[in-house]
């Protein structure tokens, strides 16, 4: 864990809700925090491919990021809306991958499967430190980004077709 994501995730301890902001609460929220996923979301949406799909991903991490926050500090309802969001933007990043695997590119796939394996990793250490009635979707949202990670890898590695079948 980076020096940066340390620092993020300090900033959505203290601050939590950056994601609140977005959704009109009254929660003091750090400025810099809404200009970075503000930032991501447009960036997500004007970009194409391979490099919409790594935004799409990173939104997913901050998606967690606020998640985490928001259980850490009994907001559990935050907390599950915004695993909500994360799972819908890792979904749209694999979705995205796969559009451009079947057109031959195969791009950005490295990217986004490192950005899955920290939220799946995350979500296996919350999953220990939620309350009892938090852990099943916590536990099934962690599930869902293992498989997607899953079937990443599998684009990674799986055998070439060989030009000759």
Not at 11 to 37: E, I, R, S
Not at 131 to 136: D, K, N, S, V
């Amino acid at each position: 864990m980076g020096k940066p994501h340390v620092i993020r995730v300090v900033l959505l301890a203290l601050c939590m809700g950056g994601w609140v902001l977005a959704q009109g609460a009254n929660t003091t929220v750090d400025p810099k925090l809404a200009h970075d996923y503000a930032q991501l979301e447009a960036q997500a949406a004007n970009r194409q491919g391979a490099k919409q799909a790594e935004a799409l991903a990173k939104l997913a991490e901050m998606d967690f990021d606020f998640a985490h926050a928001g259980y850490l500090a009994n907001q559990t309802t935050e907390g599950d809306q915004q695993l909500d969001r994360a799972t819908q933007h890792a979904d749209q990043a694999c979705a995205v991958l796969k559009t451009e695997a079947a057109r031959g590119k195969t791009g950005g796939v490295r990217n986004v499967e490192i950005s899955l394996q920290r939220v799946t990793y995350g979500l296996k250490d919350l999953a220990q430190r939620v309350h009892f009635r938090q852990r099943p979707k916590v536990e099934a949202v962690g599930s869902h980004f293992a498989d997607l990670r899953a079937e990443l890898l599998d684009m990674m590695f799986a055998p070439k077709p060989s030009k000759g079948s």
